[in-house]
């Protein structure tokens, strides 16, 4: 029995060291805490100021000129009409009752459709009629508006051609109508649509502008003689001398002076 009390007096005796083992293990030194980092100042929010506004200014036709009449409109898209489209016209017409070869003709005829349509625009902000009838459009600054203008203005009448054209070929069409075609003549006869009702509606708020004048903010007017285009030479001066023959015929009158006549 000696034997065994001394084995567990060693026990006993071993047990209190290993626990004073472990509580000085857990009674070490902490570790030095981490340095807080310092909050950062809140940024200041900019206010956003409200714009101001300024007010659109309307667009009006500048002082010095004066509106085209009627019967310079209607002389302008009238020779518009044939320089642009004659040629072209008479090639069809030629080419639906005659069997031939007409490739030079139809390059003739759209040299005559590109001149009119869009290297004169370009060149000189006028077509053929326009100087036969001594006229020009002028937007609000007094200035030509963008060459782009005279273009989509004279396309109405192709647009007319061309939808009239599509619709009647699409539908006719064996095995039953191309609705591609007859869309396509649907949509650009609704641009000639559009632009009617438009010069309408202004008609009746006393404008004389159609949808590409609005469009670009431009007027039709007079165009005096300058001292420049008298001075001018070549091709220019031709272009320029259908003006003298259009005033004989009165188709540069303003419409003040058409006004004044049907008073009178």
């Not at 039709?220 to 320029?240: C, H, I, P, T, Y």
Request: glycine share 8%.
């Amino acid at each position: 029995m000696g034997l065994l009390e001394k084995a567990g007096k060693k026990k006993d005796d071993s047990q209190p060291k290993k626990a004073a083992a472990k509580a000085s293990k857990k009674t070490a030194a902490p570790k030095p805490a981490k340095a807080v980092k310092k909050a950062k100042p809140a940024k200041e929010k900019r206010v956003r100021q409200p714009k101001e506004r300024k007010d659109r200014t309307p667009r009006t036709m500048p002082d010095g000129y004066k509106l085209a009449g009627k019967a310079a409109r209607f002389a302008k898209r009238l020779v518009d009409f044939i320089a642009t489209y004659g040629a072209f016209l008479g090639v069809l017409g030629a080419f639906a009752m005659v069997d031939g070869d007409f490739t030079y003709l139809w390059l003739g005829a759209l040299a005559m459709m590109f001149l009119n349509l869009v290297f004169l625009p370009m060149k000189t902000n006028r077509t053929v009629g326009m100087f036969l009838t001594r006229t020009r459009y002028v937007n609000s600054n007094g200035n030509h508006p963008f060459f782009l203008h005279q273009i989509l203005s004279n396309l109405t009448s192709l647009y007319i051609m061309l939808s009239l054209v599509m619709i009647g070929v699409g539908a006719a069409e064996e095995g039953g109508a191309n609705w591609t075609i007859v869309t396509i003549g649907i949509l650009l006869a609704l641009v000639v649509v559009t632009d009617y009702v438009v010069t309408k509606l202004r008609a009746a708020n006393g404008e004389t502008q159609n949808m590409y004048d609005a469009m670009f903010g431009c007027w039709f007017v007079v165009a005096e003689k300058s001292a420049e285009e008298a001075s001018s030479s070549g091709w220019m001066k031709r272009l320029e001398s259908l003006g003298d023959w259009g005033e004989k015929k009165g188709w540069s009158g303003t419409a003040d002076d058409e006004e004044a006549e049907s008073d009178a």
